[in-house]
């Protein structure tokens, strides 16, 4: 049952990435724009007309769109991203080399925010009506109603110019090899931010679920039997779980949207960042194995959401009726 | 009762805001594009209460109409994605099977990809005016509410008053406006609002990238935006009034969407 | 045992129980009648002081001598662990639906009494059985019971126990005649042999009848009648009960 | 630097240059980048007066008809990787460029060139259609070495990213997104380079930047006029205020009818205040501008420089028959007076400006709106003004004859004249430039060049924009030449830089 | 015959039918009754009637007619429902007018009128009509269900133990309007309960289920039931 489960959620999950692909491909081409113009950049200014056909006739930008995509999709599958038109070089290799550093603020800021508001959303819907409670929904709303970019310069003048204890951008120290431990001193300040910035919304989310779920009617029953308050507790996190699940599996892309702003403030070397260069160049082909790519990310980690919370409700494995 | 109190509190805040954004026109003292080249960075003070900016314009002037703008801009890409939510999520709701597979799959991919790429893409469209700021918005921020709509209609499709409802030979439309919409309304509107902040805050990040509204339409988004220059010189108060009154407002909003949400306005089915 | 004195619960503005005094003694059955929304799930609730949010409650509740109601917090857990069951009236709703039967009967009943799990498995099986259910129930999820077999996982656990005081909401509800009938004759012979006091609330007045030593008549949030039941079946003495002894089929 | 990264300790030599994008690629002529002039070296070179000189070239003769040049190459330069350069790889680098699969930017610029041509190692003769004096300035083009390049398209080649050049500077490492090291190359042919190391810091956020010089974290960074204020107490750091020859102005599209009229141009070119621009915008790190050749040698001072005359706009506009509405703004037959400047939002000085002179024009009357897009989203020609960038420092005819010639249009051949701007006088006055080889003759030419260009304006000129670097203290060695676009150019000589205290 | 069920199988998971092979009819102003243990698939024969689920095998057939998925409506307009839980089927957030509105949208009469009308037939009153559901006591409600249904005029009317939480005053009330109902309208009614007492009050004809078979049939003769099976005889104390 379980293998079948993973099996069809695995299929679905690469019909979605097709669907993400198709979306993407047209999206950006159909947005308006030249592409040549796009391609120059900084020096777009010096681009006439000629020029434009020209470069157009180089990238294959005046075939129909269809056929295009249709070149594109024969060359992904065959495993091959093709060639970014403003590096030259392979798009898997360049995303490749942005692939660690995104993974590295996704997965801690990710990992610090789910064990964050784990602990603040549960220890205060727990206590409905007590000082943490209060002020857990009060501060969360507080710290997500503050732009991150604002935090981030703060924080910059802060740490970095005012105590010269962090370094305010980049991924690695610029002399060195990038050790670990330089690469997480780098870290500390774009997750900061990001945890900073959302941890609240999430363990609000969960204290609320922790709220609801406590008022049912089996929490009240098993209150009046007295039936062991750490039994009880367990059972309420695990059924208010899943609505958080839901949640955070929803707003998992946007993580990536956010991140850009972040990276850039940080100069983060992310996947992120490389998107929003794609778009503005127009660069298809890196554009396309970025979203892919961001892509496989998302919906492994909705994946991994959807089974947990597959775990978690015996009504999906069980495969009843609601 | 306590969060009746709440309720009143943060709504006559926000009523204000909108009041004074509404009427800009009267309370500001200068115009909002009104520039002064002997008058740049003026920190706040007798002539200009909240100080001048980088081209020597009205902090103050613009900070209110700036509201209008963004308040008009988040208002009205909310009310685009909550109908466009509301339908999709509706429809695959509703009718189920294949069609909800196949139109969540949709959904899910939309969601993959970043908005911001997807504006980014579009931002030809954000030339001229704030109304396709909020359409491109809108359009780009509908599928959480689809989401939700979807999970209540799928949730009520199932109750027996909808179940009733059809074996009383209720007519389509009826049930979809009179049973479901009308029941996920309490549902919708939490997400509505918390959209609504989302959507202040999207104005805000375009602006951060440089492709907010038009820069002669002052907005709190480009005030932000320009003022992250003005921190180093020391021009705080560029930055400080814009970011206090997105923070009144977003909390405002959330305080809001809150008490309607807490008190006892649960179903007697739930 | 229990006994309750001027027991009022405002919610709202609204007096869901006005006034009511009863008992309930040692070693009886005494059983709550009345009509439909007049109260009576709500003096459960004031007795295991569970009330929802808005509701206040004045009056006396004692048991064992303590007032329930003024009793702390972590007293009143005590008694409600160590001395009284409840099977509450929505048995569908009783049980964590994402959690297995067996830990969920296990923590309603072995836990509580300290039991090993063997042991519990062991007594619970042989309870189960005799109210009509199959072992192969507690590996199974709530949602995939039906409404009386629900009920009678939540009665077994009642059975198990074994407490001083077993308060009982409509505890057959959702049961056939048969399966009612065994029922009340277990409560019958867990009251006799144990000695344990039941407070029985139920609209069957057949089974207040064959079961009940007490009566107490509850309309439109008062108790407006007490007494034994061969005394209140055989002259009622008001209205209301007068009318619900005629009322039937 | 102070913030603790490992350097810290030791005060190592190497310089730190805040770079405010990181390039796709470092193959000059495929994308232009800053860090040329350390990488490669051309045939010419600019000197500190920006004017042409040799230098991988040893000498060169031109044949009296103007068309053919002959360049005897400096013997024994090697590349980095140790191969010798010869006259192929001039050859090569100057077809690569012409060839179209390479998609270069540059090509417009070698189009006059008919052939090559290769005498023996160390010579090589190139051809030209036409007289054509500028092409020393164009022969400044970094060159390639032939045998680093695979079979097949450029654009996909490892040079790319792993660049070959003669420069002072040789690649060393580029950590993508972070970083990019150059080391210094010894067998440079020129003065040999004192600092060991140049880093590129790639920080797109212009804030960061300047926070970064402060923390000492970067010694190099261009700032921008409103943050250098922020500097002047900051004892480290020590600001270079560049002049440039890069100027911003409001492109007239003469394809609009509302430019038909030379009094309209007139009338906003008067209505446009400079002086404010200069000392609210740029923060007086710049210079009021009338004429696209005001930081060459041939500047004219004599000519109409349209003194701010808020009275004398509103005549010229009632003259060309836009009269004042109840509104207050003018209509012509039942039209308004309102027109959009576009400007790419990347360049927020070019909003600025954007959004100050479309202030300024309502008083005249005028509804000007503008619009901020992104680079891709522009087409010029189908604006209603744009705001332009141009200037160069080197030959007068170097950003004239493409932008102002009628035979330059955008659309139709390979210039950059995007407002259709068309004057028979300015395209025989700008022919003749190009042509003449007489000093003195081309210096009258484009005296009257620009008072023609003055009485028929193709632009609003607004202002020449200095460049401003702030440098860690202790380098020393920095030569002020007059820049191009966006401070480029100004670590041209960075082989001569040196620290004070390392 | 109204209703004939003939040879129904169910079976939510594979290898353990709720129903087989279950045949039961009602006649034409027949009220019939339909018992048995719990968990015996009362209710989901119920809901395979109403054609909410999918039969399995077997086919069920209306005044004549199969029913398919073009005549559902017109079956629907014959044959209602009343669900056991009633406050679930009702729209929580109109109020009791709206919902007695629904089934008459498409008639023409004053409809405020009729309503008001047989407001008095389940005993309510017109302050009623501007309440809420969760404003009205657990007999109100279902007296409000049995009323929508029974604008619909049907032929047939479902009950799914729609008494079994009430108290008896209440549960006599709405079992005493059904027989009014049947005698003046001539509905027929097929009422699933297990309070023997109701059935054996109320109907004409019974039917026994157990473990997902109707194990026996017993019709009404000088008010007494006849049963053959044991379990019946268990249930029925006879
Ligand atoms: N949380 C609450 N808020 C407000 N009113 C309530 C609440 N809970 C119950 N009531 C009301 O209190 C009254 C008594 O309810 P209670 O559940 O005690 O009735 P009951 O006697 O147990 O009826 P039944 O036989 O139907 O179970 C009802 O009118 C009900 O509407
Ligand atoms: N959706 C479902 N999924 C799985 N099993 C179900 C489902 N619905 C009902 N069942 C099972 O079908 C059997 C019959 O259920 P049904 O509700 O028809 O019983 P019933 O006769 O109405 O019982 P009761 O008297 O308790 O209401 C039960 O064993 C139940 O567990
Ligand atoms: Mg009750
Ligand atoms: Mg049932």
Redesign the pocket.
């Known amino acids: 049952m379980t293998v079948k489960w993973i099996g069809k959620r695995t299929l679905m999950g690469v019909g979605t990435l097709l669907i993400v692909s198709f979306l993407s491909f047209f999206i950006m081409h159909a947005a308006p724009g030249d592409s040549a113009i796009a391609f120059y950049g900084g020096d777009a200014q010096t681009l006439n007309t000629a020029e434009k056909e020209r470069i157009s006739r180089v990238f294959a930008l005046d075939r129909p769109l269809i056929s295009q995509y249709g070149a594109w999709l024969k060359e992904t599958v065959k495993g091959n991203l093709g060639f970014s038109y403003k590096e030259g070089r392979p798009v898997a290799t360049i995303l490749l080399e942005r692939l660690p550093n995104t993974l590295m603020l996704f997965g801690v800021t990710l990992v610090f925010i789910i064990s964050g508001s784990l602990w603040l959303g549960i220890s205060a819907g727990m206590k409905p009506g007590s000082l943490l409670d209060k002020s857990i929904s009060t501060i969360s709303v507080m710290s997500s109603a503050v732009p991150p970019f604002w935090v981030g310069i703060l924080f910059i003048a802060f740490f970095s110019v005012k105590l010269g204890i962090l370094p305010s951008s980049g991924s690695g120290d610029i002399g060195g090899n990038g050790g670990l431990v330089d690469k997480l001193r780098h870290l500390i300040m774009p997750a900061m931010v990001i945890i900073i910035t959302h941890v609240g919304i999430y363990a609000r989310f969960l204290q609320e679920s922790v709220k609801v779920e406590s008022q049912n009617y089996y929490v009240t029953v098993a209150r009046a039997n007295g039936v062991k308050e750490k039994t009880i507790r367990h059972g309420i996190v695990r059924n208010a779980l899943i609505p958080y699940l839901n949640y955070l599996g929803m707003t998992i892309p946007s993580f990536f949207g956010g991140s850009i702003i972040i990276e850039s403030l940080f100069s983060w070397s992310g996947l992120g960042q490389l998107m929003v260069k794609s778009v503005t160049m127009k660069d298809f082909p890196l554009l396309m194995g970025g979203i892919l790519l961001t892509g496989v990310i998302v919906i492994v980690s909705l994946l991994i959401i959807d089974f947990i919370m597959y775990v978690l409700n015996p009504k999906l494995r069980r495969g009843g009726v609601q | 009762m306590k969060s009746s109190k709440v309720l009143v509190f943060w709504g006559i805040i926000l009523s204000l805001i909108i009041i004074m954004t509404i009427f800009s026109q009267f309370l500001s003292p200068y115009s909002p594009n009104e520039m002064n080249m002997d008058a740049i960075y003026q920190p706040p003070g007798q002539d200009h209460l909240l100080g001048t900016d980088h081209l020597g314009r009205d902090v103050e002037s613009r900070l209110l109409e700036g509201g209008k703008v963004t308040l008009i801009v988040a208002g009205s890409s909310v009310l685009l994605s909550l109908v466009i939510g509301v339908l999709y999520g509706g429809i695959s709701g509703y009718i189920g099977g294949i069609i909800d597979t196949v139109m969540m799959r949709f959904l899910e991919a939309l969601l993959t990809i970043p908005s911001l790429i997807i504006i980014l893409a579009f931002q030809m469209f954000m030339k001229g005016d704030i109304w396709s700021m909020a359409f491109i918005i809108g359009i780009t921020s509908w599928l959480t509410t689809a989401r939700i709509v979807r999970s209540e209609f799928i949730r009520l499709k199932d109750l027996e008053f909808v179940k009733m409802a059809k074996m009383l030979g209720t007519p389509i439309v009826r049930i979809l406006f009179g049973h479901l919409l009308r029941n996920s309304i309490p549902a919708i509107f939490v997400v509505t609002l918390f959209g609504f902040a989302n959507a202040i805050f999207m104005e805000v990040t375009l602006g951060f990238l440089g492709i907010g509204v038009p820069p002669e339409i002052p907005s709190w988004g480009n005030m932000l935006y320009h003022a992250q220059n003005d921190i180093l010189i020391g021009a705080w108060w560029i930055g400080l009034f814009p970011g206090i009154l997105i923070f009144i407002t977003i909390l405002a909003i959330n305080f809001i969407g809150d008490g309607l949400k807490s008190p006892k306005r649960r179903r007697l089915d739930a | 045992m229990l006994n309750i004195d001027c027991l009022t619960v405002p ?2 503005g ?1 007096c ?1 129980i006005e006034n009511s005094s009863f008992q309930v003694p040692e070693g009886k059955i005494t059983s709550i009648i ?10 459960v609730s004031a007795i295991l002081g569970i009330m ?1 949010p ?2 206040k409650v004045t009056g006396k509740v004692y048991f064992q001598g303590n007032d329930l109601i003024e009793l702390p917090m972590n007293e009143l857990m005590a008694i409600r662990k160590n001395s009284i069951f409840t099977v509450f ?1 929505d048995a569908t709703n009783s049980f964590n639906p994402t959690v297995k039967m067996e830990p969920q009967l296990y923590a309603f009943s072995g836990e509580r009494k300290e039991d090993t799990l063997s042991h519990f498995r062991l007594k619970m099986e042989r309870i189960l059985q005799s109210l009509g259910l199959d072992v192969t129930i507690l590996e199974q999820y709530p949602f995939e019971l039906s409404g009386g077999m629900l009920q009678r996982c939540m009665n077994a656990c009642a059975l198990y126990v074994e407490p001083d005081l077993l308060i009982a ?2 505890p057959t509800s959702s049961l056939d005649k048969v399966l009612q009938k065994e029922f009340i004759g277990l409560l019958k012979q867990l009251n006799e042999e144990k000695g344990t006091t039941v407070l029985l ?1 139920t ?1 069957d007045l057949d089974i207040v009848v064959d079961a009940a030593h007490e009566v107490v008549v ?1 309309y439109g ?1 008062k108790v407006v009648e007490t007494g034994s039941v061969t005394e209140t079946i055989t002259s009622p003495k008001h209205s209301y009960t007068k009318l619900l002894l005629a009322s039937r089929f | 630097s102070k913030v603790g990264e490992p350097g810290a300790k030791v005060k190592e030599n190497r310089l730190v240059y805040a770079s405010e994008s990181e390039f796709e690629g470092l193959n000059p002529i495929l994308e232009e980048t800053n860090l040329d002039a350390l990488l490669f070296r051309g045939l010419m070179r600019f000197d500190e007066n920006n004017e042409p000189i040799e230098d991988i070239a040893e000498s060169f003769t031109v044949s009296p008809d103007q068309l053919t040049y002959t360049f005897v190459l400096k013997k024994d330069i090697k590349f980095h990787d140790g191969t010798l350069l010869s006259s192929d790889d001039v050859i090569f680098t100057i077809k690569s460029i012409l060839d179209d699969e390479n998609a270069s930017f540059l090509k417009s610029d070698f189009t006059v060139v008919d052939s090559l041509k290769k005498v023996d190692e160390q010579t090589l003769e190139l051809k030209l259609r036409q007289p054509f004096t500028p092409i020393l300035d164009k022969l400044t083009v970094p060159i390639l070495p032939e045998n680093a390049f695979e079979k097949g398209s450029m654009r996909t080649s490892n040079f790319n990213s792993h660049p070959i050049g003669v420069g002072p500077y040789m690649f060393e490492k580029w950590d993508r997104g972070n970083s990019l090291t150059l080391k210094a190359y010894n067998d440079f042919h020129g003065t040999k380079p004192s600092i060991e190391k140049v880093i590129f810091k790639f920080i797109p956020d212009s804030n960061v930047r300047a926070l970064q010089l402060k923390s000492g974290e970067v010694d190099i960074a261009l700032l921008d006029p409103v943050q250098v204020q922020a500097f002047e107490k900051e004892q480290n750091v020590k600001i270079y205020n560049v002049d440039s020859a890069d100027y911003r102005a409001i492109l007239f599209n003469m394809r609009k009818d509302l430019w038909k009229d030379v009094k309209v141009r007139h009338a906003f070119s008067y209505a446009t205040d400079r002086s404010q621009i200069v000392k609210g915008i740029l923060k007086g790190y710049g210079t009021e501008a009338y004429s696209p050749l005001q930081k060459h040698a041939y500047k004219n001072k004599n000519i109409e420089m349209f003194e701010y005359n808020i009275e004398k706009a509103k005549e010229l506009l009632d003259n060309a028959d836009w009269k004042e509405g109840k509104d207050g703004f003018r209509y012509k037959d039942g039209e308004k007076l309102a027109f959009t400047i576009t400007a790419p939002v990347s360049d927020s000085v070019r909003v600025n400006l954007a959004n100050y002179a479309a202030e300024g024009f309502k008083e005249i009357g005028a509804d000007v709106k503008v619009d901020a897009l992104d680079w891709g989203s522009i087409t010029i020609e189908e604006a209603d003004a744009f705001m332009v960038g141009w200037g160069s420092p080197y030959d007068a005819d170097h950003h004239t004859y493409i932008l102002f010639n009628t035979d330059e249009s955008s659309l139709t051949s390979t210039g950059y004249n995007f407002g259709g701007y068309s004057n028979p006088k300015i395209d025989a006055l700008l022919e003749q430039g190009r042509l003449s080889t007489d000093v003195e003759e081309r210096k009258a030419i484009y005296m009257e060049f620009q008072k023609e260009l003055a009485l028929d304006p193709p632009y609003d000129f607004l202002a020449y924009v200095n460049a401003v670097f702030g440098i860690n203290k202790n380098v020393s060695g920095v030569k002020e030449r007059t820049l191009g676009h966006h401070g480029s150019g100004f670590l041209w000589n960075v082989e001569e830089w040196s620290w004070n205290d390392r | 015959m109204l209703l004939t069920v003939s040879d129904v199988s169910k079976s939510y998971r594979k290898g353990q039918p709720v129903l087989h092979n279950i045949d039961v009819t009602v006649g034409a102003e027949e009220i019939v009754g339909l018992v048995g243990e719990s968990g015996s698939g009362k209710s989901t024969l119920a809901r395979l009637i109403m054609q909410l689920e999918p039969t399995e095998s077997g086919c069920i057939v209306f005044d004549g007619l199969p029913i398919t998925k073009r005549s559902k409506k017109e079956f629907y307009k014959k044959c209602q429902i009343i669900f056991q839980n009633a406050s679930s089927a009702l729209n929580p957030s109109w109020t009791v007018r709206e919902i007695l509105m629904e089934p008459l949208r498409s008639q023409k009469m004053d409809r405020e009128q009729h309503i008001q009308k047989m407001l008095g037939n389940v005993g309510l009153s017109k302050q009623h009509l501007n309440q809420r559901p969760s404003e009205l ?2 007999g109100e409600r279902q007296r409000v269900n049995l009323l929508r249904s029974i604008l619909v005029n049907p032929k047939l009317l479902i009950c799914d133990e729609i008494v079994s ?3 008896r005053l209440i549960q006599r009330e709405i079992v005493d309007l059904l027989l009014e109902l049947n005698r003046t309208t001539g509905m027929a009614i097929l009422f699933i309960s297990h309070d023997l007492q109701i059935v054996e009050y109320l109907c004409n004809r019974i039917y026994v289920m157990k473990n997902g078979e109707i194990i026996d049939e017993s019709s009404k003769i000088e008010n007494e039931f006849e049963f053959s099976s044991s379990y019946s005889k268990k249930l029925f104390g006879k």
């Not at chain 3, 009345?34 to 003096?43: F, I, L, P, R, V």
């Open positions: 919610i709202d609204r869901i009345g009509e439909s929304g007049s109260g009576k799930s709500m003096t929802p808005g509701a009236q909401d409509e609330i609209h509850m949030g | 006591s657990g939480d009430l108290d």
